[in-house]
Antibody, heavy 119, light 111 residues
């Protein structure tokens, strides 16, 4: 079945860049789905970060667009998130998920990874 | 930017029925917003329940149903079970680069 797994540093210093990778198994990332990143600050709700298609087409949340880059590596069946100039407000659990663009359906999710921004 | 609003909290008795709603600051929610619903339990990732207003995923229990109600998207749980106690989030398609906006979540207590 489709599985997603986030990986990356759990601690990032303020002003640095947060980098996470999502490894997809059980489905080719070059299939007909988009792939997305969502985050959740501790004790708060979900926030859409952005999404990417295997061709490289991306959509970003306008509130984060100036700091976000999402990329895809089809050879490794992975996609990645870079968030620059982080502050404590970027502390959150970061999830990756598969996205059916036609209906914005996020059907399969990773377990999430907590990233703390602190010096 | 679109704001999506849900009830902060609701309480239901076991075996009862409860309806959660999801409203958009831009006006009435229609099928074109492709409402999605997710369940999240503490320490777990969100789990997709409903997509495109009323469609269930293969793993969605039959007691969950989605609809449009009074200009809002709605999630109804019939015959609530203790394990349904969780946070529930809706997601609406808002177009443009934003794509989707999540509601703030409803904490459902089964008591």
């Amino acid at each position: 079945q489709v599985q997603l797994q986030e990986s990356g540093p759990g601690l990032v210093k303020p002003s640095e860049t947060l980098s996470l990778t999502c490894t997809v198994s059980g489905y080719s990332i070059s299939g007909g789905f988009y792939w997305g990143w969502i985050r959740q600050p501790p004790g708060k709700g979900l926030e859409w970060i952005g999404s990417i298609f295997h061709s490289g087409t991306t959509y970003y949340n306008p509130s984060l667009k100036s700091r976000v880059t999402i990329s895809v590596d089809t050879s490794k069946n992975q996609f990645s998130l870079n968030l620059s100039s982080v502050t404590a407000a970027d502390t959150a659990v970061y999830y990756c998920a598969r996205l059916q663009m036609a209906t914005i359906t996020l059907d399969y999710w990773g377990q999430g990874t907590l990233v703390i921004v602190s010096s | 930017q679109t704001v999506v609003t849900q009830e902060p909290s609701l309480t239901v008795s076991p075996g009862g029925t409860v309806t959660l709603t999801c409203a958009s600051s831009t006006g009435a929610v229609t099928s074109g917003y492709y409402p999605n619903w997710f369940q999240q339990k503490p320490g777990q990732a969100p789990r997709a329940l409903i997509y495109s207003t009323s469609n269930k995923h293969s793993w969605t229990p039959a007691r969950f149903s989605g609809s449009l109600l009074g200009g809002k998207a709605a999630l109804t749980l019939s015959g609530v079970q203790p394990e349904d106690e969780a946070e529930y989030y809706c997601l609406l398609y808002c177009g443009g680069a934003q794509l989707g906006v999540f509601g703030g979540g409803t904490k459902l207590t089964v008591l």
